[in-house]
């Protein structure tokens, strides 16, 4: 049974195989409420959840708004294209400004590592109960994108009940930017407490050896990280956070580290890909690979990520105190 308090959800740092499980099961149960006719319930009605997001964002976001809105939750949407940061305010006052509109939750998504923890902070000092969920902050964390992973993993293994057990001893290799990527950082906090098999590869300059510190197996080589490998997670080469010259070109990146069909034959006999978007198609994977729901998990995850994460503002609006329907 969970013991924590899920007020804040920053980091994945600090969950526990429990909190993993409670993940999955309570997003179980959105999940078969976004299956009815009426996919609404009255979980956070009276609640406002504001989705601050000082980095651009598609899916997240949407997946944010739409979770928040299935949970009858009333929601307020910043981008800071039209705030008033661009006449100096900063991003602290931003947040006390929707303190003040009466915000309950805040999913905060910025480009530097720490924002997140920052605004959290703040608004505990200040005495309020209002909760900070992390949408992904630099080359930190993204916990609701490893969350809706864990759960698209599990319902693989086993669809109609799913358990973060499940997992122990699968071998999950992730490939690509690593060095980058906040998705494989909490990824690696939730894989490796569940007990997985977990293989990182990519390029050395993609992949730092600290990275060995989170007790998982570092390749250089994707062929031999590849063998009898249960899952693979592809990840997305950031050259917006490139600034030096990491990998000669994208065609040589996806020759010697691009997942297709023909290198699938040294993994498991029903190994399965996933992505957590968006895809340089042709670059990290290929695109018929991709399409193909007999070896894709893609589409799957991002169905998933509205149920994961209601489960997550749920958990939060239930930690507040006051009574959830």
């Known amino acids: 049974m969970s013991t924590r308090n899920w007020r804040h959800v ?43 997001f000082f980095e651009p964002s598609t899916r997240t976001r ?3 708004e739409l979770a928040a809105k299935r949970l009858s939750a009333d929601t307020l949407n910043f981008a800071p294209g039209s ?12 947040a006390r400004t929707f303190l003040a509109m009466g915000t309950d939750i805040m999913v905060v998504r910025h480009q530097a590592s720490g924002v997140p923890q920052a605004i959290a902070q703040d608004m505990d000092n200040l005495g309020g109960t209002v909760g900070v969920l992390n949408a ?44 980058h990527s906040r998705v494989a950082r909490s990824n ?40 009898d490998a249960d899952f ?30 023909d290198r699938l034959v040294k993994c498991s006999p029903n190994v399965q890909v996933l992505h957590p978007g968006p ?8 695109s018929d690979l991709m399409d193909d729901p007999r070896l894709s998990l893609i589409d799957k995850q991002v169905t998933n990520g509205v149920a994961t994460r209601m489960s997550l503002l749920y958990l939060m609006g239930a930690s507040s105190g006051d009574k959830i329907i």
């Open 10 to 52: 920053i980091s994945l740092e600090d969950f526990t195989a429990e909190d993993y499980e409670l993940v999955v099961q309570t997003t179980c149960s959105f999940r078969e409420v976004l299956s009815r006719r009426n996919k609404k319930v009255p979980t956070l009605q009276g609640k406002v959840v504001a989705n601050l």
């Open 62 to 64: 949407n997946s944010f």
């Open 83 to 94: 705030s008033s940061l661009s006449k100096g305010e900063t991003i602290l006052d931003t």
């Open 136 to 179: 992904g902050d630099g080359k930190h964390e993204h916990p609701s994108q490893a969350l809706l992973d864990l759960f698209t993993l599990t319902t693989y293994l086993n669809l109609n009940y799913p358990s973060a057990s499940e997992l122990k001893g699968k071998k999950i290799l992730i490939v690509g930017d690593i060095l």
């Open 188 to 227: 690696l906090y939730c894989l490796v407490t569940l007990g997985a098999d977990v293989h990182l590869v990519a390029p050395p300059t993609l992949l730092p050896k600290e990275f060995s510190s989170y007790g998982v197996t570092i390749h250089h080589t994707l062929s031999t990280a590849l063998e």
């Open 232 to 261: 693979i997670m592809t990840l997305r080469l950031q050259t917006e956070r490139m600034g030096q010259f990491l990998v000669p070109s994208l065609r040589e990146y996806h020759a010697q580290f691009g997942i297709n069909r």
């Open 279 to 286: 895809v340089n198609r042709g670059v990290e994977i290929s």
